[in-house]
């Protein structure tokens, strides 16, 4: 199994807690796009484009390029397996397991009347408002980092049904924290993905 991330590696911070959702260890590698020191720079993007967030090794957050993430994704192999994506942007990309299939497929099923969204940075709302809107009428989105941990506004989603943590840097923690302010259901997408892999290893 490989795990690609859009940081670096090793994603301590995500790997250990996913395994305990599995509920083991399985062989496996990893990918860091940002692995590349150089890569760094070729990935910050310009002012008016559309950015993801990730981690560097430090812990650091740091923007990637969209474009620049689906031009790199492209370029791995994936001979070896079963591979991973550590992101839950739709990136329009084959050969991946995708969070982001995922996350939909669980709220296509519960069919929320009220959806709540969580991202890591607000000027990541807008973008996102294109993932969900197709799903629910009603939708509220608002951010917290899990990497500053700076938030926003999270009263806004005491009234909804579901709220989707929308970034595999939320940890098991993050849920608890974020259904403080909320009475509705609260689920990571790092709890999808890991029972989602339960399921077929």
């Known amino acids: 199994m490989v795990f690609v991330t859009l940081g670096q590696t090793p994603r301590n911070d995500v790997l250990p807690e996913l ?9 496996y590698k990893e990918i860091g796009l940002l692995d590349e020191a150089d890569n760094i720079e070729k990935s910050k993007p310009s002012e008016s484009e559309d950015f993801l967030v990730t981690r560097l090794r430090d812990g650091s957050e740091v923007r990637l390029s969209r474009k620049w993430v689906e031009n790199e994704l492209k370029k791995i192999s994936r001979k070896g397996g079963t591979t991973v994506l550590l992101c839950t942007d739709d990136i329009d990309i084959d050969g991946y397991i995708l969070p982001s299939k995922i996350l939909k497929c669980f ?64 940890t098991l923690r993050d849920e608890k924290f974020v259904k403080k302010h909320t009475k509705g259901i609260v689920v990571s997408a790092r709890r999808l993905l890991g029972n989602f892999l339960r399921s077929i290893l």
Request: net charge positive; charged share 25%.
């Open 107 to 170: 709220v296509s099923i519960l069919k929320p009347k009220k959806l709540g969204v969580v991202v890591p940075e607000p000027s990541q709302i807008e973008m996102v408002k294109t993932k969900w809107k197709n799903l629910v009428k009603n939708l509220k989105i608002t951010s917290y980092s899990p990497y500053t941990h700076v938030l926003s506004d999270l009263s806004v989603l005491k009234d909804r049904d579901l709220v989707i943590l929308d970034c595999i840097g939320y």
């Open 19 to 27: 395994f305990e959702i599995i509920g083991k260890i399985p062989s």
